[in-house]
């Protein structure tokens, strides 16, 4: 463990997670993540990012793990096609392009939305809009593609989801506004400049850097697929345990029925003599004959 946590601390470091903003720029809460000050930039204690993001990493997996979804929500340039990647190859919703106000508060208006997306895609896939003029295939075909972008993260949540993970928490104020207030589990960066206990995990890094935002998305993903793996091994091994029960539930029971058909004899009994059959009248059993 404590090899892995040195290693850890070495990507970081080497991924430059450490650098904070400008000591002007400063939230006074940051401090007891932040090692010391270092030309006028904060220098964030990675002893700290270690703990919080191995931390991060377990609640998380335990989440996947339990079949919950985790939303992850990045808008920031450097974020944006590092967290839409991670988020497919786990099979989690995201946001990466602008978040809609009332997307967890207005939850259903949203799942609205995505069916009339999803509706206008098969109409355009299944021949519906042939009739109609180029005009107005178009105008639905752009109105779709304009949808798509922004809803196309959300478009298979059917419900709220269990966690938010988000890359800077100043930057996404609506998201965490909106994910507190339905009093959903919170995850996020949070650099110098913001405050680390509008988080539930709060993870202390460069919300900047794109190689800072890789490394850390990329470990706590890698720890949502262990989750993800585990559940279905857990799922594999209870399917099996249920063939097996019920293989020896139908064994018993024939193995009843067999017993109920053919009684065991009593001890000191003797079996029943065979019956003699009585010859009829007219000698020898036979009948008489009609003919005279």
Known sequence: MEESAVSLQQQ???????????????????????????KGIHIIDLNKTTECLQEAAAALKSIA?????????????????????????VNMPYVTERWLGGMLTNFATIRRSVKKMQSIEKMLTDGTLDSVTKKERLRLQREKEKMEKVLGG???????????????ITHEAIALAEARRLNITTFGVVD???????????IPANDDATKSIAIII??????????????A??????????????HTSRRELSL???????????????????????????????????RR
């Open 12 to 38: 970081l470091l080497e991924a430059g997670v450490h650098f904070g903003h400008l000591r002007k720029k400063w939230n006074p809460k940051m401090l007891p993540y932040i090692f010391a000050e270092k």
């Open 65 to 89: 793990k339990s079949g919950k979804k985790i939303l992850f929500v990045a808008t920031k340039k450097q974020a944006k096609d590092i967290v839409a990647e991670a988020a497919q190859k």
């Open 154 to 168: 959300v478009a298979q949540m059917a419900r709220l989801p269990a966690a938010v993970f988000i890359v800077d």
């Open 192 to 202: 110098t400049n913001a405050d680390p206990t509008k988080v539930d995990f709060p």
């Open 218 to 231: 990329h470990y706590v993903t890698a720890a949502i697929a262990e989750g993800l793996a585990e559940r």
């Open 233 to 246: 091994s857990e799922k594999e091994e209870q399917h099996e345990e249920e063939e097996i029960h019920e």
């Open 256 to 290: 009843e029925a067999d017993e109920e058909v053919a009684p065991k004899p009593v001890r000191g009994s003797r079996p029943a003599p065979p019956k003699r059959r009585v010859p009829l009248a007219g000698g020898g059993g036979r009948k008489p004959s009609s």
